[in-house]
């Protein structure tokens, strides 16, 4: 009889847990989830905890920066303030200064001295050429001479030109106080926009980098010396200024120097200028034909030797060629004999005589052009010296002019050069 099961025992396949696993993995869950809520309820204090701290250090540090943004706004509106004042003064003394020195240019042009006689001497005087301008004693008198007729112009001149700079270094100075008010007003806008800004106000965005050090920054020491620099720079420029505004009264009040006469010193001057200008005339009208002299004996050498040459070439030829010619004896008669030994001779001697001649010849030459060029530059300066004494001659005549009124008139122009050069007694010998 067949057994037959109405029911499959087979299990799945898979591995069994004992019971005392299994009451150990609830276990372990029980414990995960106190874990997880003990962590959970700790991460919630630390948190509260964090919002708050992180809350009032927010609070209070918003609160010192919106201080340190107050006291801030209020030292750039105290150094406003004094630099504003310091601006204010270096305009009026400026606007004082322009008005002494306008004051100081009238006198200037209320002047009525006329020096046309010593501008016209000098434009006598810058006729020359070089190597004649050089500073002679004649130019020095004139100097002093001008010198002395110009004291007060040149005083006030002076004054006037010492206000301009000075003119100039107060408008320098206000243009770094404007600077730097300039810049305290848009500071001072930009603080107090910071200032009353808050988080709930509009146009606040998250910035790409708001702690990036900019180049130009500079340390609050710097700002500061900055600002007392140029505080202190306009009180310099207004102590300069009204001391210089004293000392332009002090010279506008002062009476003109008397003139001092130079008459006599400039026109010895004048003269020895004359005297020595035609010294020199002389001097080199006599280099320049003894010069020409020596010339014209150097071309005649220079045509005796090139003849010279011309006939060492010639004999130089003729040996040569008598050398050139007894190459072609026949056989034994090919012998060096007396002949040609001597014709050797003769050609060695005539070549050594012909490079000696040629030298002597370039050396002349080069003597030649040297001396054309000497000639050439006495020439330049004889002319130059033509030039100065002419020169020399008028600016005496137009100085006599001004010392005396008048110009003393000679009978002929020849009379007056002979009286003016001292040299009555040549003309007498001639």
């Given at each position: 009889m067949s057994t037959q099961l109405s029911l499959s025992s087979q299990l799945k396949p898979l591995q069994h847990l004992s019971k005392a696993d299994w009451q150990a993995g609830v276990w372990a869950l029980r414990q995960c989830g106190q874990t997880a809520r003990h962590d959970g309820f700790r991460f919630r204090n630390d948190a509260r905890t964090l919002r708050n701290e992180t809350r009032v250090r927010t609070k209070w540090d918003a609160y010192h920066n919106d201080c340190r943004l107050a006291d801030r706004v209020t030292e750039v509106g105290r150094w406003q303030e004094i630099l504003g004042r310091c601006?204010?003064?270096?305009?009026?003394?400026?606007?004082d200064l322009a008005a002494e020195k306008e004051i100081c240019e009238q006198e200037l042009e209320s002047i009525a001295t006329c020096f046309l006689v010593e501008a016209e001497c000098q434009a006598i005087i810058d006729r020359r050429v070089v190597p004649d301008l050089v500073d002679a004693e004649r130019e020095q008198e004139l100097k002093d001479e001008i010198a002395a007729l110009e004291a007060h112009k040149a005083m006030l001149t002076e004054r006037c030109h010492a206000a301009f700079e000075q003119h100039n270094r107060l408008e320098e100075a206000a243009c770094s106080l404007r600077q730097a008010t300039r810049d305290q007003d848009d500071t001072l806008e930009i603080d107090h926009d910071n200032l009353a800004r808050d988080r709930s106000c509009a146009g606040i965005t998250f910035k790409p980098d708001p702690?990036?050090?900019?180049?130009?920054?500079?340390p609050y020491e710097s700002w500061l010396d900055h600002c007392r620099c140029t505080k202190l720079r306009g009180d310099n420029e207004l102590a300069s200024s009204a001391k210089l505004r004293e000392a332009m009264q002090v010279a506008r009040a002062r009476a003109r120097n008397d003139l001092t006469a130079h008459k006599d010193a400039t026109e010895f001057a004048m003269r020895k200028c004359v005297y020595e200008t035609q010294r020199a005339k002389n001097e080199l009208e006599w280099q320049k034909m003894n010069l020409k002299e020596a010339m014209a004996r150097l071309h005649k050498e220079i045509a005796d030797l090139t003849n010279a040459l011309r006939d060492k070439t010639e004999?130089?030829?003729?040996?040569?060629?008598?050398?050139?010619?007894?190459?072609?004896?026949?056989?034994?008669?090919?012998?060096r004999d007396e002949p040609m030994v001597g014709l050797c001779d003769e050609v060695l001697q005539l070549r050594r005589t012909m490079q000696e001649l040629q030298d002597r010849l370039d050396h002349a030459k080069a003597t030649y052009n040297g001396m054309e060029d000497l000639l050439v530059a006495t020439d330049k300066d004889l002319s130059g010296k033509i030039l100065a004494l002419t020169a020399a001659i008028h600016c005496l005549d137009t100085h006599k002019r001004f010392a005396m009124g008048d110009a003393v008139p000679f009978r002929t122009e020849t009379s007056r050069n002979v009286a003016l050069t001292k040299v009555e007694n040549e003309v007498a010998r001639h």
């Open positions: 601006l204010r003064q270096v305009e009026a003394e400026q606007r702690t990036e050090i900019v180049n130009n920054i500079v004999c130089l030829m003729l040996a040569e060629t008598r050398l050139e010619n007894r190459k072609y004896r026949p056989g034994l008669e090919q012998a």
